[in-house]
């Protein structure tokens, strides 16, 4: 079974500019949650799809960040316009409902805004 | 406003040593907890998931603890290996219908062969 999956690994980009950031959650999982990683700072939670729906979006930094989850499936996370302080890693992952909902991760994408 | 601390921030011990990670959370009010390790350049892997019922879980040559009225559990390792070196973080579920995770910073074991 594949796990959760992110793209890009990487991405460099200039201050200003726009960058999505795509996940693909384990399938058959309908929360997806992402969260990210500032430099020498804990992971902190950004935001829960129950499928597409927004959960819980109470981690999210600013209207500079938006995400989606179109028919349930995989998510989106776009930064626009990118500033210096996004940089990071953003992680994405997934999970069951059910009594147990271990969350899976992915491999994060490491954003550097220059 | 849940927070976590995982204390130490590093550790080094020889191989074959028995040790042991700490995590103090200020808000008793938790759904479970989970123990992940997270290796260079990689995601997180789930180690252990305790629910706020249970006591204690174990995996392997791991076992976790969980105190919820003291606000802490312990990361407890057999036997380390080499490979058992990485990040090791804990992170706190609030209770609800809202699954907002709350991570501590982490402990960065090395284990010397």
């Known amino acids: 079974e594949a796990g959760v999956t992110q793209f890009p690994s990487h991405s460099v980009i200039e201050k200003g500019q726009t960058v999505t950031l795509r996940c693909d959650p384990i399938?058959?999982?309908?929360?997806l949650y992402w969260y990210r990683r500032v430099m020498g700072k804990e992971i902190k939670f950004l935001l829960h799809?129950?499928?597409?729906?927004?959960?819980?979006e109470s981690g999210m930094p600013n209207n500079r960040f938006l995400a989606e989850r179109t028919g349930g499936t995989y998510s989106t996370l776009k930064v626009q316009p990118a500033e210096l302080e996004d940089s990071g890693v953003y992680f994405c992952?997934?999970?069951?409902?059910?009594?147990?909902?271990?969350?899976?991760f992915g491999p994060g994408t490491r954003l550097l805004v220059l | 406003k849940q927070e976590v601390t995982q204390i130490p921030a590093a550790l080094s011990v020889p191989e074959g040593e028995n040790l042991v990670l700490n995590c103090s959370f200020t808000d008793s009010a938790i759904y479970n907890l989970q123990w992940f390790r997270q290796d260079p350049g990689k995601g997180l892997t789930s180690l252990l998931l305790i629910q706020s019922s249970q006591r204690e879980q174990t995996s392997g040559r791991l076992n976790a603890s969980l105190d919820k009225s003291s606000g802490r559990s312990t990361l407890y390792i057999a036997a380390s290996q080499p490979g058992d070196s990485a990040t090791y973080l804990c992170a706190v579920r609030a209770p609800g219908g809202y699954q907002k995770v709350t991570f501590g910073t982490g402990t960065k074991l090395q284990v010397i062969p």
């Open positions: 399938s058959g999982h309908d929360n």
């Open positions: 799809f129950v499928k597409e729906s927004k959960q819980d």
């Open positions: 992952a997934s999970s069951q409902s059910g009594v147990v909902e271990t969350q899976y």
